[in-house]
């Protein structure tokens, strides 16, 4: 059974920094491309980030571009993000998902996804 947990949500205030990470079990973690999607209340489900079976390759959505840092440790089945400067518009449930397939930004694309950790930034 495939599971995905994050962690390392929380409150912060603006312009904290936050690391979240993704532990996943019950596939071989480097053969999935990952990414990190966020859906704040009343709002669509959004990309934020991707990255490449090996992590050679990452992808941003532009509203997190140079303020966050996708990453990932095979050894440890574990992603991460590195959310730094942090606004209020960053508030949402982070979730990290699993791709068969190259990494994307189409939620569509992904195969597993993780329960969510919540993120909150006051202003």
């Known amino acids: 059974q495939v599971q995905l947990k994050e962690s390392g949500g929380g409150l912060v205030q603006a312009g904290d920094s936050l690391r979240l990470s993704c532990v996943a079990s019950?596939?071989?973690?480097?053969?999935?491309?990952m990414g990190w999607f966020r859906q704040a209340p009343g709002k669509e489900r959004e990309f934020v980030a991707a990255?490449?079976?090996?992590?050679?390759?990452?992808s941003y959505s532009d509203s997190v571009k140079g303020r966050f840092t996708i990453s990932r440790d095979n050894s440890k089945n574990a992603l991460y993000l590195q959310m730094n400067s942090l606004e209020s518009e960053d508030t949402a449930v982070y979730c990290c998902?699993?791709?068969?397939?190259?990494?994307?930004?189409?939620?569509?694309?992904?195969?597993?996804w993780g329960q969510g950790t919540q993120v909150t930034v006051s202003s």
């Open positions: 998902a699993a791709s068969w397939r190259a990494y994307s930004s189409m939620a569509s694309q992904y195969d597993y």
């Open positions: 990255i490449s079976r090996a992590g050679g390759a990452t």
């Open positions: 019950g596939l071989t973690f480097s053969r999935y491309a």
